[in-house]
């Protein structure tokens, strides 16, 4: 599939960049590792006029791990998230939701930011102009009609990022820039929650950095993914889990975040002991939408929700109990 024709810029730093997306806004798509973008512009979903690649911009790369917090830089590659042995040590879901998207030709190109940006998905929507000419215009596509969920007038079409879950369980933040102006919010503000457009950034911004606040003293977490084959595909159902007990290993904390359950990502707060396990799992259930949209079932995909929100939590309470 051939992509559509475009203007190609490429900043030299992070300053040039803002310039750059302040002067063509709407008209600019920012390229990161490509892997998300370059398919929907092949499948011409999107057919931006300036494709503005910031993967070599190395002043928004890497990983440094201080004393109060840890800050990502948004064009660190997933390959390098998944093997650094600190972001394994203290932030496990976030190493092991890394390991887990796509592959490792996938995830030595893509990046941090273009994982948790990257838009919505639905059978009905990711397909190409020819399968789609022959498809009445839904929500997703300025019609007025939803093809999964017939007679709705909202959009059901899914977030399957895999790391977005598993920095919410870490109550991660964001670094929003623009030319002249900065905000930093919470991962979580990243999602309008609304299925035709996800994704919380205006034009002119650009992510540049995530921040992991510092944790209690005893703490763990897990991410689990559901998926058709070990490998390549995105999750189907995913649970990223973050728990912190008390010195008398009372659970402190414990947060769920469900992913590929909805247009965004869903935190769940709630366990208050081991026993509270199977309300945890029916409040992930109850939190999910599972519409027949993806490669299985929305009821299947529901159920699988609470199963590996169960799973996650015992996995963290697990390796807890193994390092107290
Ligand atoms: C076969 C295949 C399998 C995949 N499997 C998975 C999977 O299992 N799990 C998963 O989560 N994803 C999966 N993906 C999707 C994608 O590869 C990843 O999400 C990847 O991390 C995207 O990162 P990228 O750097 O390539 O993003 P890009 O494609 O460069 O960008 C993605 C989006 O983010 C925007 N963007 C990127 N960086 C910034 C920034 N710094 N500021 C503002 N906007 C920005 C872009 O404009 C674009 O809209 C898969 C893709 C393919 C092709
Ligand atoms: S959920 Fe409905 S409106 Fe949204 S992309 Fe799919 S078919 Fe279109």
Do not use: H
């Given at each position: 599939m051939k992509l559509p024709p475009f203007q190609y810029l490429e900043p030299t730093n992070v300053k040039e960049a803002l310039s750059m997306i302040g002067t063509h806004k709407e008209k600019v798509k920012i390229m990161a590792g490509g892997t998300d973008l370059v398919n929907r512009m092949k499948l011409r979903l999107i057919e931006p006029t300036f494709v503005m690649n910031i993967?070599?911009?190395?002043?928004?790369?890497g990983i440094v791990i201080g004393d109060t917090e840890t800050v990502i830089g948004a064009n660190t590659r997933l390959k390098e998230i998944a093997g650094a042995p600190l972001v394994n040590k203290r932030y496990r879901a976030i190493a092991e939701a890394a390991f887990q998207v796509a592959s490792p030709t996938i995830t030595n190109m893509a990046t941090l930011g273009g994982n948790l940006l990257q838009n919505t998905r639905c059978m009905y929507y990711d397909q190409s102009g020819m399968v789609l000419s022959g498809l009445e215009r839904c929500h997703k596509r300025?019609?007025?009609?939803c093809l999964a969920v017939k007679?709705?007038?909202?959009c059901f079409s899914v977030?399957?990022?895999?790391?977005a879950p598993a920095l919410i369980a870490f109550n991660a933040r964001c670094v929003l820039e623009r030319k002249g102006s900065t905000r930093t919010v919470s991962v979580?503000?990243?999602?309008?929650?609304?299925?035709?457009?996800?994704i919380a950034l205006e034009a002119d911004e650009l992510l540049t950095k995530i921040i992991l606040p510092k944790s209690e003293s005893f703490f763990s977490s897990a991410y689990r993914k559901l998926r058709?084959?070990?490998?390549?595909d995105y999750p189907l159902a995913s649970a990223a889990a973050f728990v912190s007990v008390t010195?008398?290993?009372?659970?402190?904390t414990c947060r769920v975040v469900i992913g590929a359950a909805g247009a965004a990502p869903k935190v769940i707060d709630g366990v208050?002991?081991?026993?509270d396990l199977e309300g945890m799992a029916q409040k992930a259930y109850d939190h999910a939408e599972g519409v027949d949209?993806?490669?299985?079932?929305g009821a299947y995909r529901r159920k699988m929700i609470s199963v590996l929100a169960k799973r996650a939590i015992k996995a963290s309470i697990d390796a807890i109990k193994e390092g107290m």
């Open positions: 993967g070599k911009l190395r002043d928004m790369d300025g019609g007025t009609v007679g709705s007038k909202r977030y399957q990022g895999d790391m979580t503000e990243l999602f309008t929650g609304n299925g035709v457009t996800p058709l084959r070990g490998s390549v010195n008398d290993r009372k659970i402190a208050s002991c081991e026993a949209n993806l490669q299985l079932g």
